[in-house]
């Protein structure tokens, strides 16, 4: 068996379709969608992210304001910055690109973005509603997956699913979301035992460890849906996932790629939640 390759690229131009019908609601009741963007520092790999978000905006009609700041920044200066952006009418959605300087404290400044303008679904507040099956701006990336997810056909309730990974931004909000699809959630992690026991037992694996094709092909159950999050980027610039692709692809029924699979899907998403921001300023949710 060869998997079906769960296009993300294509997916997300439907996706950012969709978004930009709304937008066009949205500015003709006199709201003009806006997202801001902050950027500390000049990581490469961060500018090119920010940029890809920035197109991606501005191609449906999105303002995308672009901040950006020395990497010497300091905790009270991007405070400050985003005490003025919660404040600012005209912004819907506040961004702070990750990872920051390590003297600006991360956690601080998550908390003080208003919930409400909080579109990667950071804050606490969002991430607590998540939790009580009431959210409001899920996180980017797991809700990218659950979208590919559908795409693939896989009925999730009942079904064994396995997420490689625990962290606040995918790991930990993915489990939820595949909680509340009624999976039967199985969160691994770098001090799980036995890796290939887990994922060979798994239906639905989901990874997000950051090791490069660190669950190897022959791993995965025949039939599973497998869902990349991994982007590792080797020496020569090519990006490559966390799963080992090709012997993974000739066992699974379902497998995104990397590039082209969950990338693509966070940044519409992204833009999906700016949305959903300017239509509450819209009057229109
Ligand atoms: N506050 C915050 N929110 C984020 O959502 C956030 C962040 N910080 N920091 C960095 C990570 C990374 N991230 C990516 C999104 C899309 C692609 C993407 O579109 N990747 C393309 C390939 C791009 C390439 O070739 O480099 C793909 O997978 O096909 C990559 C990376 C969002 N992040």
């Given at each position: 068996m060869s998997a079906r390759r769960l296009d993300g690229k294509a997916r997300a131009a439907r996706l950012l379709g969709e978004v930009e019908q709304r937008v066009r609601a949205c500015i003709e009741r006199g709201v003009r969608p806006c997202l801001a963007v902050v950027l500390v520092g000049d990581d490469p790999a961060s500018q090119v992210y920010v940029r890809s978000k920035e197109k991606r905006a501005a191609e449906i009609g999105i303002e995308a304001r672009d901040h950006r700041l020395p990497a010497t920044t300091t905790t009270d200066e991007l405070l400050a910055l985003v005490a003025a952006l919660n404040a600012?009418?005209?912004?819907?959605g506040i961004l702070v690109q990750m990872?920051?300087?390590?003297?600006?404290?991360a956690q601080r400044i998550l908390l003080a973005v208003d919930p409400a303008k909080d579109v990667d679904g950071f804050h606490p507040d969002n991430l607590g509603r998540l939790m009580l099956g009431q959210p409001r701006f899920v996180a980017c990336t797991p809700q990218g997956c659950m979208l590919l997810l559908a795409d693939a056909g896989i009925?999730?309730?009942?079904a064994r699913a396995l997420v490689i990974g625990r962290s606040t931004i995918v790991g930990k909000p993915m489990a939820q979301l595949l909680v509340h699809a009624d999976a039967t959630v199985t969160v691994a992690h770098?001090?799980?035992?036995d890796l290939a026991a887990e994922v060979a037992q798994a239906d639905v694996v989901v990874a997000?460890?950051?090791?490069?094709?660190?669950?190897?092909?022959?791993w995965i159950k025949p039939g599973a849906v497998v869902i990349d999050v991994g982007m590792n980027r080797l020496a020569d610039g090519r990006l490559v996932g966390d799963v080992e692709f090709a012997a993974a692809e000739a066992r699974a029924s379902a497998i995104t790629p990397?590039?082209?699979?969950?990338g693509p899907m966070t940044i519409a998403c992204l833009l999906n939640n700016v949305v959903l921001a300017a239509e509450r300023r819209a009057g229109l949710s």
């Open positions: 600012d009418r005209a912004v819907d990872p920051l300087p390590p003297q600006c404290d009925a999730l309730a009942g770098s001090r799980t035992r997000a460890i950051g090791r490069l094709e660190f669950v190897r092909g022959e990397v590039p082209g699979g969950v």
